[in-house]
């Protein structure tokens, strides 16, 4: 499959004159010109973000790996977020911090070259651009490379795949055009009950004295980090805010339920499902989504949240002021804070907390389900994910004006450091002389289990290392994934392997084998750029080793501050300490390399370390070949879009179910409009809007919500697919405060002719009604 680059400069003509200009600019005249000399505690700051939300329905959404876990409609448009950090005249670093589930090495691969095309390929390369998720489990699937993450999506989805590509491109585009001189300071701060270990059995596993220098640091048994980081971008005026900023901390973007079977919408007769959906996303992780009886949405990201309120009248995803929200040690983290217990009516263990090492009730995982800190207000979590997003916006401002350490000038070189690591080969000497290496990669048994979070299907637990969990997996297998070889058994001990990923080939790689290693340095503070999800404890150990060695080497003094970013670049699955992958939990089970991957990360990583110096400029470290692009080989199962037609004696845009004539509606109430339809997946719509909430000023209507609001939703339904109908339902949830005045409700959709296949724009308007 191709997937054709589409040109920079068809998105935005205009963001492609200011970007050159700017840069001629840049290059043209003299450092002096800008009213100041290069220095350590100066920097030029771009900050810029885009749109990447992908088809909205009838696509798989990523984070669950549930095949039935399909799109039926938009409720926050996806966004990335460019953040530069340049010195004056050396080099300079890129994070995109993008609102999908995790990054990608195919994803990355496009971007690297149409950067390159556009800027040239040392202005922005595989070295110093880092490519982030925020993990968030329900954003639009299907866009990684490898066949394994792909199952579910039925293989590569082409519309996914260039969204994310585009908008990372303009993303960057709007932040290298916005370089202007700045500083950045630094702060950490606290978010009390920010999250939970869902695998507390296995981080006692770790010995216990390392335990104890933890104790603190949160959780039951100091088993969590609640420490969050955040990195202000300073602008020339001294505003308090800065330009925008990034956090980093740790927490799962599962608030709201994969699946919540015993807690059917029955329960709330009264409240149509829609109404159930938050306002607040989980500050930038969580979905917004539920299966079975509740519609699918893709998120809304709480970044956007926190700039409208310093930007109050601009629409999401058009403010100048850029929050980042990024991962940190996420592996065995949860929002689930009050813990995991047994759903299981009737049962004598039901409302009972789950055993603990193999997260059952009555023998079987589907009934134990972790439980948000507002776990009673609704059976889906929305209420659980507005809090946990509450909690870490206020950890932000905690940090910004009040009881977190006070922020701290960074000061110092930018640098940057980057390699390919084969990681189904990798030998090394561990610190005690021991000779070891990693494992072609392979899943164990308790991956299938799931977790707390998200409940496997079939018969499969956690935290067993007997192959015998599920006989009829143990013929099936043989048909999915080749048989392991004795030494990937022995390599691969104790787990017991599921999935044997690393010697599947056929049609493509199933599972990645050379990853992403990369760290960033911007002066005193130095970003782990990691290709997969860190637990606690081995977040810990990274943390440690990496700022020992800088320390040691002289490259940053005792004000070192190292931080954790990912799943990034490369989604290489887990990475547990050895002694948690012992226990063969969930984050166990899907540690892909082996027993030693954690140490061959550190081994690696460290290896990078030397290339941060200030006379390091332009070295890069050895590196292994970069891994074979599998995108060309992708298949795809699903088909497109055929035709839209509107029922007879119908268009499209016609309200077929209207508010009534000459309404009245207040704050609280809902507003909703059927529409003649036709399928979002015909014009994604990037950097635009699906829907409108207008009002009347004067003589003329103004737009004041959009599809990016949190109180508006869209919700498509394929009425017929032979006849090719179809309905939108747009909603709005009048906010307190919202102008009295008289409104209407506006759909913009795109059809597609049953003959030639032409795509053709249509406005939807609904009556009047009015605020009062």
Not at 290 to 301: A, C, D, G, L, S
Not at 360 to 387: I, K, V, Y
Not at 590 to 598: A, E, F, K, R, V
Not at 717 to 739: F, K, P
Request: aromatic fraction near 10%.
């Amino acid at each position: 499959m191709h997937i054709p680059f589409i040109s920079p400069f068809v998105v935005s003509p205009f963001d492609s004159l200011h970007a050159l200009s700017t840069r001629l600019l840049y290059l043209l005249l003299p450092t002096s010109f800008f009213g100041w000399a290069p220095s350590g505690s100066n920097y030029l700051l771009g900050l810029g973000v885009a749109d990447i939300t992908g088809p909205t329905v009838e696509e798989n959404l990523m984070g669950y790996a549930v095949l039935s876990q399909v799109g039926t409609g938009l409720y926050m448009r996806q966004r990335v977020r460019a953040f530069i950090v340049a010195e004056p005249d050396g080099e300079r670093v890129l994070l995109l911090n993008a609102d999908i589930g995790m990054g990608d090495t195919g994803v990355r691969r496009a971007l690297l070259s149409a950067l390159a095309e556009e800027f040239g390929n040392d202005t922005y390369n595989a070295g110093n651009v880092a490519f982030v998720g925020t993990h968030q489990h329900s954003g639009v699937g299907g866009y990684l490379e490898n066949l394994l993450p792909q199952l579910t999506a039925l293989g590569l989805s082409n519309q996914s795949f260039s969204a994310i590509v585009q908008g990372s491109v303009l993303a960057t585009r709007r932040a290298h055009a916005s370089l202007t001189p700045g500083s950045l300071s630094v702060g950490t701060g606290r978010v009390e009950q920010g999250s939970r270990n869902r695998s507390p059995t296995a981080y006692l596993a770790n010995p216990s004295a390392e335990r104890a220098r933890y104790q603190q640091n949160g959780g039951e048994n100091g088993d969590q980090e609640w420490n969050m980081s955040v990195l202000r971008f300073e602008d020339a005026t001294g505003s308090a805010d800065g330009r925008g900023f990034l956090s980093f901390f740790a927490v799962h973007g599962t608030s709201v339920y994969e699946v919540r079977l015993s807690s059917p919408l029955s329960n709330y007769p009264q409240q149509p499902a829609e109404q159930h959906i938050s306002k607040w996303g989980q500050q930038g992780y969580c979905c917004i989504l539920v299966r079975m009886q509740v519609p699918h949405f893709i998120p809304y990201h709480c970044a956007n949240d926190l700039a409208a309120t310093i930007e109050p009248n601009s629409m999401p995803g058009n403010t100048t002021y850029v929050a980042g929200f990024v991962q940190g040690a996420v592996g065995d983290t949860s929002p689930n804070t009050l813990g995991a217990f047994c759903e299981s009516p009737g049962k004598p263990y039901d409302g009972l907390p789950c055993v603990a090492n193999s997260s059952t009730c009555g023998g079987a995982a589907q009934d134990c389900h972790g439980r948000g800190p507002l776990f009673t207000n609704d059976p889906f979590g929305f209420a659980s994910s507005l809090e946990i997003g509450r909690r870490q916006a206020d950890g932000v401002k905690q940090v910004f004006y009040g009881s977190g350490q006070a922020m701290t000038p960074v000061k110092g070189a930018v640098r940057s450091a980057h390699a390919y690591v084969d990681m189904s080969k990798h030998e090394f000497v561990l610190p005690n002389g021991t000779s070891v290496r990693t494992c072609p990669a392979a899943m164990g048994y308790s991956f299938a289990g799931g977790t707390t979070d998200g409940p496997g299907a079939f018969d499969f637990i956690q935290g067993d290392n007997k192959t015998s969990q599920n006989p009829f997996w143990e013929v099936v297998k043989r048909f999915v994934t080749p048989a392991p070889p004795k030494e990937q058994i022995a390599c691969q001990f104790p787990k017991p392997i599921l999935l044997n990923v690393g010697y599947a080939h056929e049609p493509y790689e199933w599972s990645p084998s050379t990853v992403d290693v990369q760290i960033l340095r911007i002066g005193n503070l130095v970003i782990l750029v990691i290709p997969g999800e860190l637990t606690t404890m081995a977040g810990r150990r990274m943390r440690e080793a990496i700022r020992a060695k800088l320390i040691s080497g002289g490259i940053v003094g005792e004000d070192a501050h190292v931080v954790v970013a990912g799943p990034a670049n490369t989604y290489s699955h887990y990475i547990t300490t050895p002694e948690e992958y012992a226990v063969q939990r969930y984050e166990g089970a899907s540690t892909l390399y082996g027993p030693h991957t954690l140490d061959a990360y550190l081994d690696r990583y460290t290896q990078l370390v030397p290339y941060l110096a200030d006379d390091a400029r332009g070295k890069a470290p050895p590196s292994d070949p970069a891994p074979e692009e599998q995108v060309s080989k992708a298949i795809s199962l699903k088909t497109g879009v055929k035709f839209d037609e509107p029922p007879i004696g119908k268009h499209f845009g016609q309200a077929v179910k209207d508010v009534k004539a000459n309404s009245t509606y207040a704050a609280g109430e809902r507003v909703e409009v059927k529409f003649v339809g036709a399928n979002p997946r015909n014009n994604l719509r990037l950097e635009g809007t699906f829907l409108a909430v207008e009002r009347l000023l004067g003589d003329k209507w103004t737009m004041l919500k959009s599809d990016s609001h949190p109180s508006t939703t869209l919700q498509w339904v394929r009425d017929s697919t032979i006849l090719g109908t179809s309905t939108v339902t747009i909603a709005w949830t009048i906010e307190n405060g919202t102008t009295d005045g008289l409104y209407r409700i506006v759909y913009y959709g795109d059809s597609k002719a049953a003959i030639g296949g032409k795509i053709t724009p249509f406005v939807g308007t609904s009556g009047n009604f009015t605020v009062v």
